[in-house]
């Protein structure tokens, strides 16, 4: 019986480390194969020249570099890229490059599909397939790097990591929690902890389970600024409120001083851009350090909503900012390849009824952080 290879994309240092030391070689040897994989892309063991031929040959016979595959990449007219990258059952996710002149953004997806069903998003509507690896997810970020040659603490084209893409990322915590772990290592990808940031719905007790292990900016989709409204946009809001929300945003904070939460709403024509909303906002963002970033609505086939028009996003943005709330808007990218905030979509193969899933799920998360 042939005993399955081991994908050393699937470990952090530690683990790297506890791995060699199981085929009885000295842990240090992990962190100078590490440094092959990250900074210089190699998947094929030979090629690490300066790594003693018996090991390469035992890590040849237990262990493998497998990036996902890539099924289709296409490059938008505002220079967006985007990887559909294959996974099992005929499965495919989408990952997101983002250049701008001061920095290069990766949008990182942690699930393949999504079941938390927000009502304006693309990959709610593809119903819920499984957690991604720590593979997967850390190589999304290798496919894209070694696509733009992207050299660690040298040629940095990929500046910051969003875990913004389908899935919700404290919905596989283990497994993003290692891969965000490789993104930072000087000897993975080299970021800064503020340079990495995870985006969640709001899973109450997971943010604060995340707020003991790791030090990542933090952003939260809030899309409305009360509790009626937003459970009709994120149903996730009914399980934990806004009141509750913002009890574990401002415990993270408190752990981390001089940082702030980031909170991400998305404009709808006609349901959350009033004046009156603006204001109801103004009193949540008081509550802790913060800022706002507008994120104008990217349409997808079937939806029924609307994006804002301009003036009233620009309208809403200064009673914030007269406020004193930072408000940023997002510059929509990569909407003509469906590469937008809210439009990605992948491939899914729905095997569950997403609502019961979604129950268990949470069920799970809240076990975990107990």
């Known amino acids: 019986m042939t005993t399955a290879k081991v994908n050393l994309l699937d470990y952090d240092r530690q683990g790297l480390r506890d791995l060699f030391a ?65 996974m099992d059952a005929g499965n495919a996710i989408d990952a997101v490059f983002i250049p701008e002149s001061t920095r290069g953004t990766l949008c ?66 283990d497994n993003v929690v290692r891969a965000m772990s490789v993104m930072r290592d000087d000897l993975g990808f080299g970021l800064a902890n503020k340079r990495v940031t995870l985006s969640t719905a709001g899973l109450v007790p997971m943010i604060d389970k995340l707020g003991e292990v790791s030090d990542v900016s933090l952003a939260v989709s809030l899309h409305a600024p009360n509790d009626d409204l937003r459970t009709e946009l994120v149903p996730l809001n009914k399980k934990y409120p806004i009141a509750e929300l913002l009890g574990a945003c401002q ?17 709808l024509k006609g349901i959350n851009d009033l004046p009156e909303h603006a204001r109801q906002l103004i009193k949540l963002m008081r509550q802790l350090p913060s800022k706002v970033n507008l994120i104008p609505f990217n349409t997808f086939t079937g939806t029924r909503y609307e994006r804002s028009d301009e003036d009233v996003i620009r309208s809403f943005q200064t009673i914030l900012l007269d406020a004193g709330v930072l408000t940023m808007v997002r510059r929509t990218r990569g909407d003509d390849i469906d590469a937008a905030c809210g439009q990605l979509k992948g491939q899914v193969l729905d095997r569950t009824r997403r609502q019961a899933d979604f129950r268990r799920r949470l069920e799970e998360g809240a076990q975990h952080a107990a």
């Open 251 to 267: 415990r993270y904070v408190a752990r981390r001083p001089r940082t702030s939460i980031t909170f991400e709403y998305t404009m």
């Open 22 to 86: 199981q085929l009885g070689e000295k842990p240090y040897r992990a962190e100078q194969v590490m440094k092959w994989i990250y900074h210089r892309h190699a998947t094929d063991f030979a090629a690490m020249t300066d790594v003693g031929k018996v090991l390469r040959d035992k890590l040849d016979a237990a262990c493998e570099i497998v990036p996902p595959k890539v099924l289709f990449e296409k490059q938008a007219a505002d220079a967006t890229y985007k990887w559909l990258l294959g």
């Open 108 to 173: 990182v997806s942690s699930q393949v599909g999504c079941g938390l069903a927000c009502t304006f998003c693309s990959t709610g509507t593809q119903g819920f397939n499984r957690n991604l690896s720590a593979a997967e997810i850390i190589g999304q970020v290798f496919v894209a790097g070694k696509h733009l040659g992207n050299v660690p603490h040298q040629q940095r084209k990929l500046t910051n990591v969003v875990m913004m893409g389908m899935g919700e990322p404290l919905l596989n915590f």
